[in-house]
């Protein structure tokens, strides 16, 4: 079954700290993951897709598919960082599944 | 104003009453979703539509009926709201999703809705 986790519920950390929020999937097909992110107050909103392999806001996130992973990462956290991240799996012909969801917490 | 909307944006109901949350897009996407959201288990996927009169169960389906008459509009209705659909809702839309290129998902701001 297709699945996406991520095992962190709340991730604390200072800012300019580095972040990795992690993402486990699994998926029998060619997976197509995503990471979306909900500031306060703000609507749900895309912030990468891995085929895509950009940087938005200093993210970036590398697909691989040995480990099944979609970890996010920054180098350098800010304090606007702060908010919660769903990483996603696209179910070929369906839609998206989410995971839990990690709560970023930077503070300074 | 272009985009998603929703509504209400709150809603506080009894046990057992019927409750329509209302989910209106004007971008003319093909697909629209109904996701809920709660603590410990993120967004579930509750329904879906790949165009009007297309829907199709997701994860979390039961106690839900949606129907898409028009492009714009997906209307979510519990027919008896029972304590466990407590929750906050979100509808999206997309242009596409699947094999034939997923579209990014636009997200309406939110039911929150309090089953007493």
């Known amino acids: 079954a297709q699945r996406v986790t991520q095992p962190e519920k709340l991730l604390s950390v200072f800012k300019g700290a580095p972040v990795e929020l992690k993402c486990n999937y699994s998926?029998?097909?060619?997976?197509?993951l995503f990471w979306y992110v909900q500031y306060s107050r703000q609507r749900l909103q895309l912030l990468l897709r891995?085929?895509s392999r950009e940087s938005i806001k200093g993210f970036t996130a590398d697909l691989n598919k040995g480990e099944t992973s979609f970890h996010l990462k920054k180098p350098f956290a800010q304090e606007e960082d702060s908010a919660m991240y769903y990483c996603?799996?696209?179910?070929?012909?369906?839609?998206?599944?989410f995971g839990k969801g990690t709560t970023l917490s930077v503070s300074s | 104003d272009a985009g998603i909307t929703q509504s209400p944006r709150y809603k506080i109901t009894e046990t057992g009453r019927q409750v329509t949350l209302m989910c209106h897009q004007t971008?003319?996407?093909?697909?629209m979703f109904w996701y809920r959201q709660d603590l410990g288990h993120g967004l579930r996927l509750i329904y879906y539509?790949?165009?009007?009169?297309?829907?199709d169960k997701g994860e979390v389906p039961d106690g839900y009926v949606v129907s898409r008459s028009k492009t714009e509009n997906f209307p979510l209705t519990l027919e008896s709201a029972t304590r466990s659909q407590t929750s906050v809702y979100f509808c999206?839309?997309?242009?596409?999703?699947?094999?034939?290129?997923?579209?990014?998902?636009?997200f309406g701001e939110g039911s929150r809705l309090t089953v007493l």
């Open positions: 999206a839309s997309s242009e596409a999703a699947g094999t034939s290129g997923t579209g990014e998902l636009f």
């Open positions: 998926y029998s097909g060619s997976p197509e």
């Open positions: 891995h085929i």
């Open positions: 996603a799996l696209n179910q070929a012909g369906t839609a998206l599944i």
């Open positions: 971008w003319s996407h093909s697909y």
């Open positions: 539509s790949a165009a009007a009169d297309i829907t």
